[in-house]
């Protein structure tokens, strides 16, 4: 079965912390994504790859960073963080064909305090 | 400028009957549709698609229905059942894209 994983569920910081977001994939797809969801802002996209070690500016990349060393890992890092990135954090991949639907991990909530 | 827009927050309907939610795109460009459904403190998951080059999908109790010229899709779920109660969200994509592009959500409530 197609699996995604977010190495934590929840994550409480302090403003200025350093956080890295795990992300794993076991489907051997190309592309991997970090959404932000909020409530009545839908999801939004932060970076995506499209293979290792490259990586694209979502709509919402500021103040945060990704790194993709090996095509099924993609981890999301907030070099310092402040209160309005406080929010769920989704991962998700696809195969690389136009509009093949995305798998998304089950989310970590980030409070950042 | 918001491109993929669900315009009803919340969707109330009676289990058994009908429930319909609306998307609404402006993006030309777009040519492959998406929904998904997501419950709480889990991950969306994918429930039916559409490309630009149809009218209409169905699986099931689900049907999406695509009108390119209002630029506008709707997913139908007939009949509905309490288990159907999530967010719904839509999302579009165009070729060589690479990526979609997700509406706000909408939250269905079905009641026994």
């Known amino acids: 079965d197609v699996k995604v994983t977010q190495s934590s569920r929840y994550l409480v910081k302090r403003t200025g912390e350093k956080v890295f977001l795990e992300c794993v994939q076991d489907m051997d797809h190309e592309n991997m994504f970090w959404y932000r969801q909020d409530p009545g802002l839908g999801l939004r996209l932060i970076y995506f790859?499209?293979?290792?070690?490259?990586?694209e500016k979502g709509d919402i990349p500021e103040g945060y960073s990704v790194s993709r060393e090996k095509k099924e890992r993609f981890s999301l890092i907030l070099e310092s963080t402040s209160t309005n990135q406080t929010s769920m954090y989704l991962c998700?991949?696809?195969?690389?064909?136009?509009?093949?639907?995305?798998?998304f991990g089950s989310g970590t909530q980030l409070s950042v305090l | 400028d918001q491109q993929v827009k669900q315009n009803s927050p919340s969707l109330s309907v009676q289990e058994g009957r009908i429930s319909i939610l609306n998307c609404d795109y402006t993006?030309?460009?777009?040519?492959?549709f998406l929904w998904y459904k997501k419950y709480p403190a889990e991950g969306p998951t994918f429930l039916i698609s559409i490309s630009s080059i149809k009218d209409k999908n169905e699986d099931g109790r689900f049907t999406v229905f695509l009108n390119k010229s209002a630029k506008h899709l709707s997913l139908h779920i007939v009949p509905s059942q309490p288990g159907d109660s999530a967010v719904y969200f839509c999302a579009a994509t165009h070729t060589n894209a690479g990526k979609s592009t997700f509406g706000d959500g909408t939250t269905l409530t079905v009641k026994p």
């Open positions: 993006n030309s460009m777009f040519d492959y």
């Open positions: 998700a991949s696809s195969l690389w064909q136009n509009g093949e639907k995305l798998f």
């Open positions: 790859s499209y293979d290792v070690k490259m990586k």
